[in-house]
């Protein structure tokens, strides 16, 4: 009886992981309605990328040191290990950001799968196999690349004594522990938070944790190598305290595979090795014990759900702006769709994250320079706003690309909006939750410091300005916000970021410039301010030509597939 049971659960558990795998997949890249397969590769591939580059590179490094002393190299090696080790934990917490949500199986999973005989311990043990499936998977393709590469360019160093086996044996294991502690780290805390706080507060650290992962990932390649060297150098005077990072704990791991660890780095070694073992032994039971009642609770959360109290912001935005009743049902779709989905919430956290990480930077390469003068106005306090200003439009629009729930859009199908009902409500949309919060923050930013005829101009430029690029975004938009199918194109990865940083380069710094003139120029006020409604006025032209020859897109057009013209409304 107890060994049928046990090949019961078995099956059950390899069948539901298969699925939970594709689940975790379609969270990673935010599309359920299309196979990911080809964006998976292409993303896989980008985030191989830097460590990769960065591995090949170091066949110049290590000729350059044929004849250095062997304190140098052994410094230049441990620099080398910790940024590897480093990347990896990065890219795992970037990992475990997106499939965040996706660990526990939600209300309507437990709908699906709680009627059928299948324990809760297997449905939860299935999910988390999934997960340590695909996290291992990701780590492999993100570390083996580069261990390949930089093993075989290092080892021949004499330093090293063509040891190629160790060297990668050392890299493979210090990389991949490193990258999966974290991973099973960040695992257990969204457990912790499922069990202690249930799920709104698990929404949101997931979404804290897309900002902060991004902001990491962005400054690790500017303030990295100087915080490594200085860790390495630590790390070879036997400073205890560089011990408690845990990148030094996996970089002396591949150091004592290698065989040159002192004892400061033994220590280091054994403490990543405990919290390693620690984190493999705590996981399971972190998901498993707690999972009859999670799956209960999940189910009566889904019984509970209501309709978020957004209406108190969309009556007055609507009342504010006329809108009429199709838009204002439109937007507050959308902005329901925004405040209840973790998805969208994870996208918008990513692009938040990358305006603050740019942000970061710029502050940083003014500082240089010494222009930062809070007492006085200067061209850098236009920027900021600017910057945020530009990832929140661009951020919202590749949210409302995603659908929270295909079948959902059912309403707009039997009574079809307009196209430029669509527009309107997404141009509403970004300008209620971009536009005017980023406004607001900069008149207490400035206001202090300002004039009020400074601060109120540079205030509706940046508002006119926020609308061109809305203008400009929504060109050819054809779609009902957060309701129509979207499959991830692997061309926006291979194709159109030149053009992105190109744009938030002109967008943030160089109309912030053109701002701070117009705060002392009329003729500058007046050619800014003309210029950004010829272009809005021009992209509604455009766009009012196109609603005559196409309709909504609610589902993905086959490969292959002909297109409709629509030169004639008969045949619609």
Known sequence: MVMGQLRRDWHQFRLLSKDAVRQLIDAA????????????????????????????RQVHTYTVLMRAPEELV????????????TYGMLAAALLAALIWEAVFPDGRDQEIVGVLPVRPHVFAASRLGAAVIVGTVFAAAVNLPAAVLYSMFSAGHPTFGWNILGLLAGHTMATMMGSLLVFFGLLIVRGLAAVLFGAGAGKWLGALLQIVTVVLLFEAFFFLPGILGTLATGVMRGDAAIAMFPPVWFAALHTWVVGHANQMLE?????????????????????????????????ERRSRERAAATTFVVRTVSTV???????????????????????????????????VAVSIISIFMIDDRGSIKLEQPASWMLTLPMLFLFFGVVGLRASCRIPTEVEANWPFRLARPSLSTCVNATVLLMVTLAVLPVAGLTVIMLAPRWPVSSTASVVALQMLSALMLIEALL???????????????????????????????????????????ATSSNHALAWYAGTCLAVIVAVRLVRHRDFRRHQLEFDLAPSGSLDRLNLSEALN
């Open 267 to 299: 220590s280091a070694m054994f403490t990543g090795l405990m919290w390693f073992g620690a984190a493999t032994l705590v996981i399971v039971p972190m998901y498993l014990v707690p999972a009859r009642w999670l799956g209960r609770r999940a189910l």
């Open 321 to 355: 702006t006329h809108a009429s009743p199709s838009v204002r049902a439109v937007f507050l779709f959308a902005v329901a769709s925004v405040v209840r989905s973790q998805r969208h919430l994870i996208v918008l956290a990513t692009y938040f994250g990358m305006a």
């Open 475 to 517: 060109l050819r938009w054809r779609k009902v916000p957060f309701a129509c199918a979207q499959a991830p194109s692997p061309e926006v990865l291979k194709a159109w970021w030149p053009a992105y940083g190109f744009a938030m380069y002109w967008f943030g710094f160089g109309l912030a410039d053109w701002q701070f003139a």
């Open 29 to 56: 890249m935010l599309s359920r309605d299309s196979d990911p397969t080809q964006f998976v590769i292409w993303l896989l591939a980008l985030v191989a990328t830097p460590t990769a580059f960065f591995a090949a």
């Open 74 to 85: 052994q410094i230049v090696a441990l620099q080398h290990r910790l940024f590897f080790v």
